[in-house]
């Protein structure tokens, strides 16, 4: 019995060791299965990274003999904004005449007398006054691109020609990028042989080439459009050069890296950052075989119109198009200053300065931009805990009627040329920053509002002395619409004071706007 027993005990010992081999047997297989994978993997991949350098060699080669003998020169056209002549004051909605109340917004929670500014400060004031009557911590828009040092992130920059690596500063994030200075191609007069040479020597180096690739890398994490890319560009090259041409240069090719066909023209002594765009930019552009380049520099100015000389060719295989819109909102460091928005019920907004920093910085473009923006979402989130309660139980007309009176009630107005000396289109986030808005910057929020808010469509109204906005509202009894893609559209003016959704001030009544959708 102890035999048999021994035995047993052998034989299971047996089975338990034969199975252990056939799994470790099995697990080196599945190893060298691993193995063999990774290898055919990374055979893969470098094949297509050396056929894609072979390409990208090939095209380097083509546009270097195009930039040879392709430059002309081009005249500048001065792109002007349109002038909208607002009035310094608002329209509000008469009491001695009968105007038609078709949709009253209900728990109206804002006195009147909130939208008065103090028209008798002046830029002498040492600071703008909040809607009690204190002084805010607001940073006026011409004191934001000079912002103290002390205002930015404590992070320093860091540079280590062993490690390769150095940082910046992007509106409040920290970027990271690899290169070294002694190796980065430079010129040493404006003319093209030296841009031949400039471009020859950035495609041959694999330390610019990476640095554009991590540029883009970080560009995707932060949610940049095309211009936030050529933005975060821009700052980069002056993290490594010193001469503005070769930072104008360097952006070009990093643009041109990334599948833009950007341009530079030159004068004398000076180059510059040529891009396309899709929308309207009010700066010098400059038509190149039928496309407008628009001229970019620097310094975030719009420059006088002058002769250039032009490259006519496009890098091979590059995109005409260059866009401005904002389909999301970028991330940026957060850097809070607190706005607070009316008296009664009042909301105290928490805005990024880095953001609004960023939107101060954009291009002048056309309307359909800002329009088209959306506002951020630490904003909306703020709106939500704010009137998202109020609005629960009411239908999309009656949410509509609400957020007009909101808007109305709450906004200072004030044209920008009192408040900058300039026409400026705000972007949503910058009407809730600033002291004061006035006709196209609260109609841009409150379509904002509308959209997050209700199922209701919106679309900018375009007047010779005036912006509205319009909503598809369901039920409203009266006979001015506005008809756009086949659906109704009723006035929701945010700048006629006291008026009901589907009112309209009657110098315009007999007018027809243009629309921004």
């Not at 906004?411 to 900058?420: H, L």
């Not at 945010?494 to 921004?516: R, W």
Request: a neutral charge; proline letters at 4%; glycine letters at 4%.
């Amino acid at each position: 019995m102890k035999l048999d027993k021994k035995r047993k005990s052998h034989w299971h010992i047996g089975i338990i060791i034969g199975l252990l081999f056939i799994s470790f047997g099995l697990r080196a297989q599945e190893s060298t299965k691993s193995n063999d994978f990774q290898s055919q993997f990374d055979s893969f991949k470098n094949s297509i990274n050396q056929e894609y350098n072979a390409f990208l060699s090939h095209n380097d080669s083509v546009f270097i003999q195009f930039l040879s003998q392709s430059w002309k020169e081009f005249d500048g056209i001065q792109n002007l904004r349109p002038v909208i002549h607002k009035p310094k004051t608002p329209m509000e909605v008469s009491s001695s005449r009968e105007d038609l109340q078709l949709i009253k917004a209900p728990d109206a929670v804002i006195l009147k007398d909130t939208l008065k500014i103090k028209s008798q400060s002046s830029p002498k004031d040492e600071s703008p006054k909040d809607d009690n009557g204190s002084h805010s911590n607001i940073v006026k828009e011409n004191d934001i691109k000079t912002l103290p040092a002390d205002s930015l992130p404590k992070k320093a920059t860091v540079f280590n020609t062993s490690s390769l690596y150095s940082s910046f500063i992007f509106y409040g994030s920290t970027i990271s990028m690899p290169f070294l200075t002694s190796e980065v191609p430079k010129i040493s007069a404006v003319n093209n042989d030296e841009i031949i040479h400039f471009f020859t020597s950035a495609s041959n180096s694999k330390l610019i080439n990476n640095t554009i690739k991590s540029l883009k890398e970080n560009s995707v994490n932060s949610g940049l459009n095309d211009w936030g890319i050529a933005s975060m560009i821009m700052t980069a090259s002056k993290k490594i050069y010193k001469e503005s041409n070769e930072q104008v240069l360097f952006t070009w090719f990093a643009l041109i890296r990334n599948g833009y066909n950007a341009k530079i023209g030159y004068n004398k002594d000076q180059i510059y950052l040529l891009l396309p765009a899709n929308e309207k930019i009010y700066t010098t552009s400059y038509l190149v075989k039928g496309i407008a380049y628009y001229l970019f520099d620097f310094n975030l100015t719009s420059p006088d119109a002058h002769l250039l000389s032009i490259y006519e060719a496009d890098y091979p295989g590059s995109k005409i198009g260059f866009s401005f819109l904002l389909n999301e909102v970028p991330q940026f460091g957060a850097q809070y200053i607190t706005k607070t928005i009316g008296k009664k019920n009042a909301i105290k907004f928490k805005v990024n300065k880095n953001l609004i920093e960023f939107y101060n910085n954009y291009p002048p473009c056309e309307l359909k931009v800002v329009f088209n923006s959306p506002l951020s979402k630490s904003i909306m989130k703020q709106f939500d805990e704010a009137l998202g309660p109020i609005l629960k139980d009411k239908n999309d007309d009656e949410r509509a009627a609400y957020l007009l009176n909101y808007v109305q009630q709450n906004i200072n107005y004030q044209i920008d040329q009192e408040q900058f000396g300039r026409e400026k289109y705000f972007f949503a986030d910058e009407t809730i920053f600033y002291p004061a808005a006035d006709c196209e910057d609260r109609a841009i929020l409150l379509s904002k509002l509308i959209k997050h808010f209700t199922n209701l469509e919106t679309v900018g109204l375009v007047y010779p002395e005036h912006v509205s906005l319009a909503v598809n509202l369901n039920n409203v009894s009266t006979q001015k619409s506005f008809k756009y893609k086949n659906k109704l559209f009723y006035n929701c003016d945010p700048t006629y004071i006291g008026a009901s959704c589907g009112q309209v001030m009657p110098k315009l009544a007999n007018l027809d706007p243009e629309f921004v959708e």
